[in-house]
């Protein structure tokens, strides 16, 4: 703690004592006889002055020398007596604090604090009190005195005063305590709250509570210095525990006594105090008292912290991680539920200005000059007035609260409007052309449709509108945000004066357009001035109401000298008169502005709705896109209430709304009046708080226009999910959710994401730009892989934590997506790309419990059935979703146990009855039943048959998927039973060849009796449709069919059809007087029965058990006896009871059915020796029914005959019968009915001729299901394809969240070292020296488990032998001969084959695959197969794919090795697979590449400084992909803006450099680069660049790795001298021949190879290689992976690392083993290599026995890596190198390159075309010998032939003209140092975002 003494003050000399100069220097005013008093302006006030100026002076006087006694003062009375005037000076004149503050009086009340002695006396309790009143009066409601305090004291100062008076016992710490309370609430009437607390045991801490309820009340307690809050917080070490219960009580207190109070106590840092309790609880705090901390920090974050402190809790929320223990984070779970009640409170609390909150009751906004941009106020186009308020108390009835009051500037001032708000709750409203106030009463309530509520703070109701007005209520709510509009329009209609409250029409009037007055006008925000305004002398005095204010935003106040007499025009209204009379009342209103706005221009009455729904929040200009603005619900709300209104609003309306939305309001800036929120007022110099508008002056800087003053505060909170968006966005509350380990962190961390979405539209917007750049990833290159968007990302989450998905998980997530558990007829779809995502997930929901499974599937019924906003959830949201089609998918996998379909056959047909579109529903629904309805013969399959759903590999058995298309048809026809629903169904899709189809050749009796309900709904709506059936040879197929199906459910459908009844299945069967309606039908019943009748003699072995209705097992006969019984016996009722029916049986082609069935049977009967008591009596009642047929006088007589004939065939033939008067015989007593169950296959009677429409009808229908069979397959393997890549993605490892915990990334982990690697990224002239941190990140394997989704069932079909159809079966017309071929596809939607559909995911939206070649990515020393593609806007390389010889995309692992094959290659299959992509735009360079001296490869340079190396199987491939890809970009260069970089063309240098390329390199580049170069233009360093990369060498190939001299042979000196040969290498020799033992040693070599027959060569090894390469850069990450990768998984021995410069220059130019290595770039550009910054563990060495760590450097490098790098350079560009450059380039490249004489010649297999790999036929033999190439190096491209010509050296005659030095390349714009020039441990700056 601070501790400050007597040393504090500073002598300073009042700036009141003017001396005279005639005096003696140095004697003060005070000593004056005669003395001049001055005013705090410094103006000298003559003696006949007002009286009350001249007092008001008098006073400051006094303060001035009291301030100076008190300066001197040495004893406490004194001390005491002299604050005690100084308190009393400032009650009777507020402006002496101004003196007070400038005499040092803060200094001085502290210097006294300090220096008080012990003991303890009352004089020592009575001058703390004094001081602590004078500093509370002093800062009260004064802007500058407070800054002053908080800088020259503050807490910590403060603090640490009173730390020693109370450790020296000077004074109790309860009364510290209780004057720091006082002084918090300016109320020192508390300062002995805490006496006696301090020894009371914890059993009497009751008496304690009751003492704090009994001393403060919560109601009218205001907080003014929190200060003093945090103060006591800080002395809680050195109290008793009794005395700390006490604190938090009265904290307890506090934060519950207002909203006030509780935003200033959040401003003041107590909210990082309690933290810190909570967090790290202190021994001095009891145990028991955590509950209340937590209670009070709960209640603080409602409004938010300050965005340190809300970094302090948000970076508790994870322990602390050790990265060491390889432990992944773990969640704090006290601060996460801490951190949940929060977040989900501090939505409803933007910044604020409070106002009425003073002693003096004087709050406001004074603006005294406002030039409204140069335009009158109110316009002529009327004015619009804005504002977000929150009442937290009503004025009294005798007091009002001004929302806008608005008075001219001229003379006389007049009052030009006002808006109040009275004591009552009422809006009163005013201007110059009214006699007297309006009050504005609501209008009367009317029904609306309802709305969803954007928030539990403020409800969200329709747009207003003048012709469907509504009103919440008869007063203004309170203690809520409202939002409140005034638009007064100018007076050409009735109603001109509107008021809207949240967005509806409140009130309405009409009222005379006020006068206009001319600026400036000066505003005043806040209380009237209580001085009245003095007229000129010959006027009489105005009223102070009539002064030149303009008042909005006030509160009544007390005037602080009212005038005696003030003058009341009579025009004046008596609320106005009231509000300036004098009053007692001190409490006033008390209320919040969150943001107003003053336009003059009139609004539409649409717009209001859209400025409520922006929310309080909300504080820009309105002239931005305001849709961006919305939150999910506001967004919802937003939609329902335009779609609510358009019947009732203008199109002009509308479209303004639009526009606004889109564009912005329609608002030019000079009509915004003023613009007014808390951002927009700040503090200068002195403390005050200025308004800041967007005006400027003729100085170009912004115009201040107001000030602050009296009891306002402006308040700026940092809500929490605004603090979550500024810590990392929607990363933050994803990793959370990541992190989370049991049931209830799950649920803690779902809901601090849904409550951080729904309130932050910035964390919304983050969450979908997740896949694109996110928050942490606007600053990745375009070759960034394509990543998730946030809600993707969080299905993968859950998906891993699917054992955590409890009943509380489920509600979170739902209510997040809008479903309202509470209350069900609120739910609404809010969140669009969350629901589609996250709820139609049905792969996910399907792996949880049963229970929440149905719970899942039930939310569709809320959401479409029972909610209110049902259509709009309908029409707007599930028609996108296509939820109909993933549910069907679903019941053809196993997604679903059997035990759920029947929850998801609801959900289906709740989603489809409500969604009943053609695209979406009916034709889904339709080709579902096509494909799967159809009984299958499993005995009859043959090889052709293409609808047969079995297939060996698949586990799922496909009758189950026959049962469930069954019940799906159910479902369709419950739908259609709705007449919209049928007209749809109608319109859509030929509904009559439908049936045919559906109905099938073999149908089952749940088939055949949906088709019959259908055909029954249909002729019910049209009685056409029977002719329009038999158009289509319905019936005569039915006639075939549908008797092989009967069963007691077909008996009533063919019933219900026959007498049109229509049905769904659940009719009862019905006789009597029925009328028939459809006789077609009436042949297939007697089929029917004709059938039974044969199957109940010629039927299967007695005793095959079928199930019957009742449980027994009944045979085939027992069955066919039952119905056929039955069918019978109705016959014969609806004979003897229905006339139409008899006249039925009276038609002789229907009669000739009967007659033929009727005597099959009889005569099988007859000869049959199979009798039974039941077939007699079937026997009896046919006779019976042929009998009354043949009595029948309308019957033809030869039919007549032949019924007789039957009658005699089974003796029955009375002889009455032939009577012509014979009476019609009574029918056979009904029998009972059975219900059962009856499935036989149709088996055609051969004898009887089938109808040939009928079977031409079930050819073509049969043609027609293949063909949908066909296309349903092709989409569900498309579709189980989508669905396993799309659990593919999601176990795709991400990095999203890697920023958060980067060094300085909100969660940093701490480690050691930060580990680093060289990055892709490309500098000028290909160098890499960019470093990045090195990802440790786990990611996991892929779980093909995860999911129970299984293939589609069928998905492999055979489709070679479908049959073509020969007419489309969907046509029109219902004349099969008008069918045509070629219009199939007109109703059969053939997805066709896409075999790039598994790569579609990660390609951007709207991309086309152009070509796809199989392709090696080079990287280093390892090679990862993958696919190169081109799409018509980006190109993509993702690894882990290949094309198989059918052309389908499969996984590298099962591709078959000769896919794989590239001779020499290392492949990597088990590292991480990413998925890269470039616009076509980026492309900036292609160059052909060879690759183990195969010309198949291909370099491809980006614009972002990247670039990839991939390898072909062969130049085949790569020429078509070539000229595919340039054909691409040449086509878009038409496209592309004027100024865009022209893409390069192929093979051009120009991708060396990058962005920084010169212009030169064109034409014969290698020829204009060696001119460069001899002309000094460019440098020795990118002249070896260039040649590098004109003959192949390139960084991503460390096979052809850019090779660069030696160039020193001076490691050995203090100091490098480069003006000597003697330091540098000879470069005319290679390496391996610059001593005499090396030559002799390479010369015998070369001899005995020739003497052998040999191929000679000078040496064994080469001067670049992989290991080479590796071996030098081993210390930085990835080569250090390739090193091991080279050495078979480790390091090499420690004393053949690579250790020391020197030691290395020794071994290639004098060891004679054969090294003779060269360098490579990275010695003269990179530091870092040098230095073994990631701590790597290399061993120890053997001759030193030191541990190997960086790298050993010459002496004259001071050991310092980047001096090395320095000097180095500066040798490659020295004047010696420049003049021997030549000769080693000769060497490497040039006319040496085979020169014995130069002994410089190779290994036969180091150059180019030495041998062909692809002529090599043997396998072995051709690995062998790429491996050779590959270890052994590879000798660059020849380049030169002829010698290489000098550099110019002696004079710059050679130069361009006016280039008189030349062009050296400065080294140091290559170096850079690996060590920061400083630690920052916070964010370098804050961007500010206009909301």
């Not at 519950?256 to 909210?271: C, F, K, P, T």
């Not at 899942?856 to 909610?867: G, K, P």
């Not at 319109?987 to 055909?1015: D, E, M, Y």
């Amino acid at each position: 703690m601070l501790r400050l003494g007597a040393a504090i003050l500073s002598p300073l000399r009042p700036r009141f004592d003017n001396n005279d100069p005639s005096q003696p220097h140095g004697q003060s005013a005070r000593l004056l006889t005669t003395p001049v008093y001055t005013s705090i302006s410094g103006q000298d006030y003559e003696p006949n002055e007002p009286p009350e100026d001249f007092a008001r002076d008098a006073k400051m006087e006094l303060m001035r020398r009291a301030t100076d006694d008190l300066k001197g003062a040495s004893q406490d009375a004194e001390r005491s007596q002299l604050l005690a005037d100084i308190l009393h000076i400032m009650n009777t004149e507020p402006d002496t604090r101004d003196v007070f503050r400038e005499m040092d009086g803060f200094l001085v009340t502290v210097n006294i604090l300090s220096s008080l002695k012990p003991p303890s006396t009352s004089d020592i309790d009575d001058l703390l009190k004094n001081i602590f009143s004078v500093l509370a009066q002093s800062i009260h409601d004064h802007q500058e005195n407070r800054a002053a305090f908080h800088t020259l004291i503050g807490d910590l100062v403060l603090c640490g005063t009173l730390e020693t008076l109370v450790s020296t016992n000077t004074t109790s710490i309860t009364h510290v305590f209780g004057c720091l309370l006082a002084f918090a609430a300016n109320d020192f009437a508390l300062v002995h709250v805490f006496v006696g607390t301090e020894a009371v045991d914890q059993g009497d801490w009751d008496s304690i509570d009751a003492k704090v309820v009994n001393s403060i009340d919560v109601h009218s307690l205001v907080l003014h210095n929190a200060i003093g809050i945090v103060t006591i917080l800080r002395l809680l070490h050195l109290t008793s525990p009794s005395t700390t219960h006490a604190v938090f009580k009265h904290l307890d207190r506090l934060v519950y006594s207002g909203h006030r109070n509780q935003a200033l106590l959040n401003q003041s840092g107590i909210v990082g105090l309690l933290f810190h309790f909570l967090h790290t609880p202190p021994s001095f705090i009891p145990q028991s008292e955590m509950n209340s901390i937590t209670k009070s920090l709960k209640r603080l974050l409602e409004m938010g912290a300050p965005l340190d402190e809300s970094r302090i809790i948000f970076r508790s929320l994870l322990k602390p991680m050790d990265v060491t223990a390889g432990k992944a984070p773990e969640l704090n779970p006290a601060t996460l539920e801490l951190l949940r009640s929060g977040m989900r409170a501090s939505s409803k609390w933007p910044s604020f200005i409070g106002f009425g909150t003073g002693g003096d009751q004087r709050a406001g906004i004074d603006m005294p000059k406002c030039q409204l941009n140069g335009r009158t106020f109110p316009g002529s186009a009327g004015f619009t007035f804005l504002a977000w308020i929150y009442i937290e108390n009503l004025p009294t009835q005798t007091s009002e609260l001004q929302l806008l009051h608005a008075k001219s500037t001229g003379w006389p001032p007049r009052t030009l409007c006002s808006l109040k708000i009275l004591g009552s709750g009422l809006l009163s409203y005013y201007t110059s052309s009214m006699r007297e106030p309006t009050i504005l009463e609501p209008l009367p309530q009317q029904p609306t449709t309802p709305t969803p509520s954007t928030s539990a703070n403020f409800a969200v109701l329709p747009i207003g509108s003048a012709t469907a007005p509504i009103t919440s209520g008869s007063t203004l709510p309170t203690r809520r945000w409202i939002h409140i509009t005034l638009v007064h329009h100018a007076p050409r209609a009735p109603h001109n004066v509107r008021v809207f409250l949240d967005g509806t029409l409140y009130a309405a009037t009409t009222s005379p357009y006020p006068k206009t007055s001319p600026p400036p006008v000066s505003l005043f925000l806040g209380n009237d001035d209580p001085h009245p305004v003095a007229p000129p002398a010959t006027t009489p005095s105005a009223s102070p109401l009539l002064g030149s204010r303009l008042s909005l935003f006030g509160s009544g106040s007390r005037p602080r000298t009212p005038d005696p007499t003030p003058i009341i025009p009579p025009l004046i209204p008596p609320s106005i008169r009231l509000h300036n009379a004098p009053s007692n009342n001190s409490s006033g209103p008390v209320w919040f502005l969150a943001s107003s706005h003053l336009l003059l221009q009139s609004l539409p009455n649409e717009l209001p709705r859209l400025f409520f729904t922006l929310g309080p929040s909300y504080a820009g200009n309105l002239h931005d896109c305001l849709s961006k603005f919305l939150t999910y619900k506001a967004s919802t709300s937003l939609n329902i209430g335009i779609q609510n209104q358009k019947p009732h609003s203008s199109q002009e309306g509308l479209g303004s709304l639009t526009k606004a939305l889109n564009e912005g309001i329609d608002l030019k800036e000079s009509h915004i009046a003023y613009s007014i929120n808390p951002f927009a007022i700040s503090e200068d110099e002195k403390g005050r708080c200025l308004l800041v508008t967007a005006s400027r002056g003729g100085n170009g800087k912004e115009v201040e226009h107001g000030e602050v003053i009296g009891s306002t505060r402006v308040i700026k909170l940092t809500s929490l999910h605004a603090a979550a968006w500024d810590f990392g966005g929607a990363a933050v509350l994803l990793r959370l959710v990541e992190l989370a380990s049991t049931e209830q962190e799950l649920v803690d961390a779902l809901s601090v994401l849904a409550d951080g979405l729904n309130a932050s539209w910035q964390s919304s917007d983050d969450m979908e730009r997740m896949g694109k750049y996110g928050n942490f990833q606007q600053y990745k290159p375009e070759s960034s892989p394509k990543t998730r968007d946030g809600y993707t990302t969080l299905m993968a989450i859950l998906r891993s934590k699917v054992q955590l998905v409890n009943m509380d998980v489920f509600h979170v997530l739902l209510e997040f997506l809008g479903v309202d558990f509470a209350a069900h007829e609120n739910t609404t779809i809010t969140n669009y790309a969350a629901y589609r995502i996250i709820a139609l997930d049905f792969s996910f929901w399907s792996l949880l419990p049963p229970p929440l499974q149905r719970l899942h599937l039930a939310h569709f019924e809320m959401i479409l059935l029972t909610s209110k906003f049902r259509h709009f959830n309908a029409k707007f949201r599930f028609v996108k979703f296509g939820a109909v089609k993933k549910l069907l998918f679903a019941l053809q996998t196993t997604m679903y146990r059997n035990e759920m379909i029947p929850e998801v056959i609801s959900a289906l047909t709740g989603i489809a009855r409500q969604s009943f579109s053609t695209e979406a529903t009916i034709k889904p629904i339709v080709s579902f039943l096509a494909a799967n309805l159809e009984r299958q013969d499993p005995d009859n399959t043959s090889d052709n048959d293409a609808t047969s759903l079995s297939s060996p590999a698949l586990p799922f058995d496909k009758s189950i998927i026959q049962e469930r298309a069954e019940q799906v048809l159910e479902a369709f026809v419950s739908i259609l039973s709705s007449d919209a629903h049928m007209i749809k169904f109608k319109s859509a899709l030929p509904a009559p060849r439908i049936c045919l189809l559906l109905l099938g050749s073999k149908p089952t009796a749940v088939v055949a009796a949906q088709i019959l309900n259908l055909v029954g709904l249909m002729m019910e709506k049209d009685s056409s449709y029977a002719r329009k059936l038999e158009l289509v040879s319905f019936w005569a197929v039915l006639r075939e069919v549908l008797p092989g199906a009967w069963d007691p459910s077909v008996h009533v459908a063919a019933f219900d059809v026959l007498f049109g009844r229509a049905s769904t299945g659940t009719t009862p069967l019905l006789s009597g007087t029925s009328k028939v309606v459809c006789a077609h039908i009436f042949p297939t019943i007697l089929a029917a029965l004709d059938h039974g009748l044969k199957i109940m003699l010629h039927g299967g072995p007695e005793g095959m058990p079928i199930s019957g209705g009742s449980g027994l097992a009944l045979s085939p006969t027992s069955a066919a006896d039952s119905y056929t019984e039955v069918l019978a016996e109705e016959l014969i009722e609806l004979h003897s009871s229905s006339p139409s029916f008899r006249s039925l049986l009276q038609s002789k082609p229907v009669l000739s059915i009967f007659i033929k069935s009727a005597r099959s049977f009889t005569m099988d009967v007859a000869q049959s020796d199979r009798t039974n008591p039941r077939i007699t009596r079937i026997s009896e009642k046919i006779t019976h029914l042929a009998l009354m047929c043949a009595l029948d006088q309308s019957v033809d007589p030869q039919q007549k005959d032949e019924l007789m004939q039957v009658m005699k065939i089974s003796h029955y033939y009375p002889a009455e019968a032939s009577s012509p008067s014979a009476n019609t015989p009574q029918p056979v007593p009904s029998l009972l009915r059975r219900s059962m169950t009856f499935r036989q296959s149709l088996r055609f009677d051969s004898a009887r001729a089938v109808d040939r429409s009928c079977v031409k009808a079930l050819d073509r229908t049969n043609t027609w299901r293949q063909l949908i069979i066909s296309a349903e397959q092709k989409r569900l393997r498309k579709a189980h394809q989508d669905q396993r890549e799309y659990i593919r993605s999601l176990h795709r490892p991400e990095e999203w969240h890697e920023q958060l915990h980067s060094e300085r990334g909100l969660w940093p982990k701490k480690q050691d070292l930060p580990l680093w690697r060289v990055d892709e990224t490309e500098g000028p002239v290909r160098i890499r020296k960019k470093l990045q941190p090195e990802l440790a990140a786990f990611y996991p394997a892929f779980d093909a488990q995860t999911s129970r989704t299984q293939d589609p069932a069928g998905a492999e079909m055979d489709t070679q032998s479908i049959m073509q159809p020969d007419a489309p079966p969907w046509q029109e017309s219902y004349e099969y001969e008008s069918m045509a071929l070629d219009d199939d596809s007109r109703w059969v939607d053939d997805p066709g084959e896409d075999k790039n559909r598994r790569v579609r995911h990660e390609l951007e939206p709207g991309d086309v695959v152009e070509e796809v070649r199989t392709v090696t990515r080079i990287v280093g020393v390892d090679a990862s197969p993958g696919l190169l593609i081109v799409g018509r806007s980006h190109i993509y390389m993702m690894d882990g794919l290949v094309q198989d010889q059918s052309g389908d995309i499969i996984d590298a692992r099962d591709a078959p090795k000769d896919v794989l094959s590239v001779p020499g290659t290392m492949l990597e299959l088990d590292g991480r697979q990413v998925a890269q992509r470039w616009s076509i735009e980026q492309v900036s360079a292609l160059s052909k590449r060879s690759y183990l001296f195969r010309d198949v490869a291909l370099e491809i340079y980006f614009r972002d400084s990247r670039s990839i190396l991939v390898v072909f199987s062969n130049k085949h491939d790569r020429q078509m992909l070539l000229g595919r890809l340039n054909a691409i970009r040449i086509q878009g260069l038409d496209d592309m803006a004027p100024g865009t970089p022209t893409p390069a063309k192929t093979g051009q240098l120009m991708a060396l450099v990058g962005q920084k390329l010169p212009t030169f390199l064109a034409g014969d580049e290698i020829g204009t680069a060696q001119r460069r170069w001899q002309n000094r233009e460019i440098s020795n360093y990118t002249y070896l660049s260039l040649i590098n990369q004109a003959s192949g060498r390139t960084p991503n190939d460390l096979t052809q790795y850019p090779v660069f001299p030696w160039v020193l042979s001076d490691y050995t000196s203090e100091s490098l001298d480069l003006t000597t040969r003697e330091t540098f290498r000879d470069l005319s020799k290679p390496i391996g021949a610059l001593t005499q033992a090396k030559r002799e040693a390479a010369e015998v070599r070369y001899l005995n190879l020739e003497q052998v027959e040999e191929v000679p060569f000078h040496y064994g090894t080469h001067f670049s290689s992989s290991m080479i390469v590796s071996h030098f850069l081993i210390r930085m990450s990835p080569f250090s992976h390739y090193f091991k990768v080279l050495q078979g998984g480790d390091w090499d021995l420690p004393d053949r690392l690579f250790t020391d410069i020197k030691r290395a220059w020794d071994s290639a130019s004098n060891d004679s083993r054969g090294d003779v290595r060269e360098l490579i770039p990275e010695f003269y550009t990179c530091p870092e290599f040098l230095e073994n910054l990631s701590r790597l563990d290399f061993g120890v060495q053997t001759s030193s026995s030191q541990k190997i760590d960086s790298v050993e450097l010459p002496p004259w490098a001071k050991k310092d890596p980047l001096l090395f790098i320095d000097l180095h350079r500066q040798a490659l560009e020295s004047d010696y190198v420049s003049e021997n450059l030549p000769a080693w380039i000769d060497l490497i490249w040039g006319y040496k390159q085979r020169s014995r004489d130069a002994i410089n010649v190779f290994h036969p297999l180091s150059y180019e075309g030495a041998i062909d790999l692809d002529s090599i036929s043997d396998n072995l033999q051709k690995e062998a010998t790429a491996g050779i190439i590959h270890n052994f190096g590879q000798t660059p491209k020849k380049l030169f032939s002829l010698p290489h010509p000098p550099r110019h050296m002696d004079d710059r005659m050679y130069l361009p003209v006016g280039v008189p030095f030349g062009i050296p390349e400065d080294y140091h714009l290559l170096l850079q140092s690996p060590k920061p020039v400083r630690g920052m441990s916070d964010t370098v700056f804050k961007a500010t975002v206009s909301t």
